[in-house]
């Protein structure tokens, strides 16, 4: 019987163990795409407890804990930060199976050298040793960072942030880049006229401008589109349901910018071609600059009202869509690169029956300009866990090239996220080293132990150009 998250963790062969102890495991990280707060990297923040960096703001957690029949109260309520910890300990011994179990052992162990099971009966001793060690210097956020070999960081910015904390992280001369990412989903969120309206009213105060027409609403957007990459923006990222591909014409756009800014609702038909509209945009000013575009596609947010209501967006009441995505992002790219306007993507799905759809439709655009210009990204959000990620990179085996993927991103919220990328390289080792040993592949460790290194690291360097060394 093997021992619980030991060495040789999901390493089921002598060839997976040498793959991931020779190759893997000494290899930076790249995050190209988090949630992770500025303003707490430019101030370098120390939390005060354990649950301030592990469950505040954390809904994969909130959702186990209230499946486990814990109230709300402790989980974004008011009750006390122990006595939230305290019901997250009852909890964890539930979560077996998935992933938060192997998450939260990873994070206790990697960050805090804590070995105990986090049950009722050691939650005191695990929070009282943990909250100790982060009062010390070498748990502020930038040396978490830093212990993790974190290399570069892409944050998740909305085009109205005037990206103050970005500016001051530079200022300060940290050696660990935190990039902006380009998020414009609420610039094409045109569901609702107040909030459209509300929205636009922040880009003219960020542009100390007023707008009146669809020129000039595109206009402003260009300009921060070209502020962020003066700030070393290279990224852009959207979350959407789906990839919008209507036919529209550019007369129809302004009058349906015209009735949504006048405070009139859209039709889904009139909503759709905006989205479309504003899509070509986006992927126009992407390309003129060299960006990486992403589109994480098939999220259904928000399903409970009255939470929504209550608590707010991101707050753990999302789940997986079941979109029609085949023909919507054929007609998008396809269009892109008939008129030479496609850059670099990265696509998502979280629903894993449109993993082949995934795995094939990324070959359709891929044009021999650079190592796959356009990638099916790793397993995300609800996939993000061993199955899910098995199934990603069998798929894109299968289907295309997975020596040419740029491999796994934390997608977090937290610090203590980045044994994520631990558990996926540990898992591409296992796949590799499963192969070699059934003799399906070739037993040439050097040049596969070369691959899981590209996969990790190398492929992401070269993909965001970000020219970063060893």
Not at 108 to 118: N, P, S
Not at 122 to 132: L, P
Not at 415 to 444: M, Q
Request: charged share 25%.
């Amino acid at each position: 019987m093997k021992k619980f998250l030991d060495e040789n963790f999901l390493l089921e062969t002598g060839t997976a163990q040498t793959l991931y102890h020779e190759y893997a495991k000494q290899m930076p990280v790249i995050d190209y795409h988090c949630h992770l707060p500025p303003d707490q990297i430019a101030a370098d923040k120390q939390f005060e407890n354990l649950t301030q960096i592990w469950l505040y703001g954390d809904h994969y957690k909130w959702r186990a804990m209230r499946t486990n029949g814990i109230e709300e109260s402790y989980c974004t309520g008011n009750k006390t930060d122990y006595e939230k910890f305290e019901k997250w300990a009852e909890t964890v011994p539930y979560t077996m199976r998935n992933p938060l179990y192997h998450w939260t052992h990873m994070e206790l162990q990697r960050y805090f050298d804590v070995y105990d099971i986090l049950d009722a009966s050691t939650a005191k001793k695990i929070y009282d040793e943990c909250t100790a060690k982060l009062q010390t210097p070498e748990y502020s956020v930038r040396n978490l960072l830093r212990k993790m070999k974190v290399k570069t960081v892409c944050t998740t910015d909305d085009p109205v942030d005037n990206l103050e904390h970005h500016q001051k992280i530079k200022d300060d001369g940290f050696e660990i880049p935190i990039i902006p990412a380009w998020r414009p989903d609420a610039a094409m969120n045109v569901a609702d006229p107040a909030v459209f309206e509300a929205y636009i009213k922040k880009l003219e105060a960020v542009s100390n401008t007023h707008i009146t027409f669809l020129r000039d609403f595109f206009y402003e957007l260009k300009k921060r589109h070209d502020f962020f990459a003066a700030m070393g923006c290279s990224v852009s990222d959207h979350g959407l349901e789906q990839i919008y591909a209507e036919d529209y014409t550019e007369h129809e756009v302004h009058l349906i910018f015209d009735k949504i800014y006048g405070g009139h609702g859209l039709s889904l038909e009139e909503q759709n071609k905006f989205r479309s509209a504003m899509l070509v945009i986006f992927a126009e000013m992407d390309h003129e600059k060299g960006w990486v575009q992403q589109y994480h596609l098939g999220a259904i947010r928000n399903n409970n009202l009255k939470a929504m209501r209550e608590l707010g967006p991101d707050t753990g009441w999302d789940s997986i869509g079941d979109f029609s995505h085949a023909r919507s992002i054929s007609r998008f790219l396809g269009g892109l690169i008939d008129r030479d306007k496609l850059t670099k993507t990265i696509l998502y799905n979280l629903n894993p029956a449109d993993n082949e759809l995934m795995a094939t439709m990324i070959g359709n655009f891929n044009d021999g300009s650079a190592p796959g210009k356009i990638q099916w990204g790793s397993g995300w959000w609800f996939l993000d866990q061993k199955d899910g990620m098995i199934k990603q990179m069998n798929a894109l085996s299968n289907m295309g090239l997975l020596s040419k993927f740029v491999g796994m991103l934390t997608d977090s919220r937290s610090f203590l996220s980045f044994p994520r990328h631990e558990y996926f390289r540990r898992i591409l080792c296992n796949l590799f080293g499963n192969d070699v040993e059934n003799g399906e592949l070739p037993a040439n460790i050097e040049w596969i132990g070369q691959v899981v290194q590209d996969i990790c690291f190398n492929n992401a360097n070269n993909y965001f150009n970000l020219k970063l060394k060893l």
